[in-house]
């Protein structure tokens, strides 16, 4: 079983910057890979970013140049980095921890940008 739980989200200006912590108990979280996504209020659960258990990365379009994704498996904690923040990025993220067997999810962090 694993536990994920999100945080650094927050309440920030357009054009700021937030990371976001996924942080993993357990089991070791480099033997999964990890996924990002963000709920905005009416709207579907959608997929923002991924890292294989390789490091590779990709991105949902609405993000790409902005977002960053990354793990750091000693720490067993996946961060989002979130720069040039716009009005549209405001919703509450999850992590997801997703294999073959098991699927996870963090409870969420809320994110409003707003000036």
């Known amino acids: 079983q694993v536990q994920l739980v999100e945080s650094g989200g927050g309440l920030v200006q357009p054009g700021g910057s937030l990371r976001l912590s996924c942080a993993a108990s357990g089991s070791r979280l480099s033997s999964y890979p990890m996924y990002w996504y963000r709920q905005a209020p009416r709207k579907e659960r959608e997929l923002v970013a991924v890292?294989?258990?390789?490091?590779?990365?990709n991105y949902a379009d609405s993000v790409k140049g902005r977002f960053r994704v990354s793990r750091d498996n000693a720490k067993n904690t996946v961060y989002l980095q979130m720069n040039s923040l716009k009005l549209d990025d405001t919703a509450v993220y999850y992590c997801?921890?997703?294999?073959?067997?098991?699927?996870?999810w963090g409870q969420g962090t809320q994110v409003t940008v707003s000036s």
């Open positions: 997801r921890a997703l294999s073959q067997r098991n699927d996870y």
């Open positions: 890292i294989a258990t390789s490091g590779v990365t």
